[in-house]
T-cell receptor, first 111, second 111 residues
């Protein structure tokens, strides 16, 4: 059951511009959402999270937006840098339970 | 180090052999997860341990897969009679309830 979906397998953005990565979910019980970044041959690294009681969380160049009515999550990276090129996974969970991951979006930031 | 440690980092095994993958979580983390990522795929949930509760084994793909967590710390994922479709990167993560921290993974190749 694919409860978390990332419908864009890849995204290409010019350096300095905004990158917007999207994620949709089906389970309205999810109360915690996260974004992870993964480089080849490494484990995913935590990037940013948001609780379901909020609709926005910002950390430097990274902002996560949550639209609960649309069951939609997005990650904005501004400005994008070549070092941001990686696969980005969104994840969600209900309280103290397992994480459900999307299939990932490969971001390529062109110099 | 203070992060999640997995061993071995790479494992090549012959079809039909058993393998054991080890995960040392971050000290004090009560939750431990196993995921795998096949080539070009997303993160597939395998099993989840939370404290002394019964593990959530709902993601194990067959009865050839098993995992245990001894003393609430180290975990071992065992795959019996390996098949070529078991080839993947096996990722372990631990958590205190918020974000999960991943190890670098074990790349398993079944030949």
């Amino acid at each position: 059951d694919q409860q978390v979906k990332q419908n864009s397998p890849s995204l290409s953005v010019q350096e300095g511009r905004i990158s917007i990565l999207n994620c949709d979910y089906t389970n309205s019980m999810f109360d915690y959402f996260l974004w992870y970044k993964k480089y080849p041959a490494e484990g995913p690294t935590f990037l940013i999270s948001i609780s379901s009681i909020k609709d926005k969380n910002e950390d430097g160049r990274f902002t996560v937006f949550l639209n609960k009515s649309a069951k939609h999550l997005s990650l904005h990276i501004v400005p994008s840098q070549p070092g941001d090129s990686a696969v980005y996974f969104c994840a969600a969970k209900v309280n103290f339970n397992k994480f459900y991951f999307g299939s990932g979006t490969k971001l390529n930031v062109k110099p | 180090g203070a992060g999640v440690s997995q061993s071995p980092s790479n494992k090549v095994t012959e079809k039909g052999k058993d393998v054991e993958l080890r995960c040392d979580p971050i000290s004090g983390h009560t939750a431990l997860y196993w995921y795998r990522q096949s080539l070009g795929q997303g993160l597939e949930f395998l099993i989840y341990f939370q404290g002394n509760s019964a593990p959530d084994k709902s993601g194990l793909p067959s009865d050839r897969f098993s995992a245990e967590r001894t003393g609430g710390s180290v975990s071992t994922l065992t795959i019996q009679r390996t098949q070529q479709e078991d080839s993947a990167v096996y990722l372990c993560a631990s958590s205190l309830g918020g974000e999960a921290f991943f190890g670098q993974g074990t790349r398993l190749t079944v030949v």
